[in-house]
């Protein structure tokens, strides 16, 4: 039972994440740009009937031609909204407005959509589309955690942090910035109800999510009685129609505690 669940893990993780990241990055695509063609994309912690945005929902379109990346950001950071992309911390501004955004993206699992940040250099050029149209970043440098940062932004400047993890596969050892300025004119600060003291921990960089404990323990749950199902089958009926019967099973219940698994991870890798 360990085995397959740590296996399961991993091929969620690394193998069926990337699949449904890449599914789920199509539909937000979609929306998003209806959205854009529609007028409606959010300028704010609300959208244009002013109620507030949901974790998941689509805020922006980053796009980063260094690191091949072009991903629809959504709003919110805890480890199960970035299972779907990059997510924007709901206690600051949006991309393109004054003031300092902050993006968080993982590292490698689930599409790893800020795995190459490493690669980027001062100067470097990318692009994030909102409700207030396309804004052009120019990447200011690299810190990582304990490292000095950057001077406050001067009245009126559009800042930009991109955050992930740093340190080895699926074992992370600190954070990681990059730090870009807005080339251009700063758009006005949209509404925000969220501030740094209300942001939920499980939005915090590398923080798990302990909400949905609940459903790790009922999945956990059928994986035994699974695990105990097979060996009764194993034993009156052999192993041939055992197989059949319960490897299907098996691999649900594998797949469904490996998922919930996954939430309680850090949030960046």
């Given at each position: 039972m360990v085995a397959s669940l740590i296996a399961m893990l991993l091929l969620s993780l690394l193998v069926i994440g990337n699949l449904t990241y890449h599914a789920r990055q199509q539909q937000l695509d979609d929306r998003f740009r209806a959205e854009l063609a529609?007028?409606?994309?959010?300028?704010?912690?609300?959208?244009?009937?002013?109620?507030l945005l949901a974790d998941g929902d689509p805020v922006a379109l980053i796009e980063i031609p260094e690191?091949?990346?072009r991903d629809v950001v959504v709003e919110g950071t805890s480890g199960s909204v970035l299972m779907d992309g990059p997510g924007h911390r709901r206690d600051t501004v949006l991309p393109g407005q004054v003031g300092v955004s902050v993006?968080?993206?993982r590292a490698l699992?689930?599409?790893?959509?800020f795995g190459g940040l490493s690669q980027l250099t001062p100067g470097d050029r990318f692009s994030v589309t909102t409700g207030q149209g396309e804004h052009v970043y120019e990447v200011m440098g690299?810190?990582?955690?304990?490292?000095?940062?950057?001077?406050?932004?001067?009245?009126?400047?559009?800042?930009?942090i991109l955050t992930t993890a740093r340190g080895g596969p699926l074992a992370p050892v600190g954070v990681?910035?990059?730090?870009?300025?807005?080339?251009?004119?700063?758009?006005?600060?949209g509404a925000r109800q969220t501030t740094f003291v209300t942001l939920p921990p499980q939005d915090t960089p590398l923080a798990t999510d302990t909400r949905t404990v609940w459903a790790l323990i009922f999945a956990l749950q059928f994986l035994v009685v699974a695990e105990i199902g097979a060996i009764w089958a194993l034993?009156?009926?052999?192993?041939?129609?055992?197989?059949?019967?319960?490897?299907?099973?098996?691999?649900?219940a594998s797949l469904l505690t490996a998922t919930q698994v996954a939430v309680l991870l850090p949030n960046l890798i």
């Open positions: 529609a007028g409606t994309a959010p300028v704010s912690e609300g959208d244009f009937e002013d109620v690191i091949g990346l993006l968080m993206g699992a689930y599409g790893g959509p690299t810190r990582y955690a304990g490292d000095p940062a950057p001077a406050n932004p001067r009245s009126g400047e559009s800042r930009l990681q910035y990059v730090d870009a300025t807005l080339v251009g004119d700063a758009q006005p600060r034993r009156r009926f052999g192993w041939r129609k055992t197989w059949i019967a319960f490897i299907p099973v098996l691999l649900l």
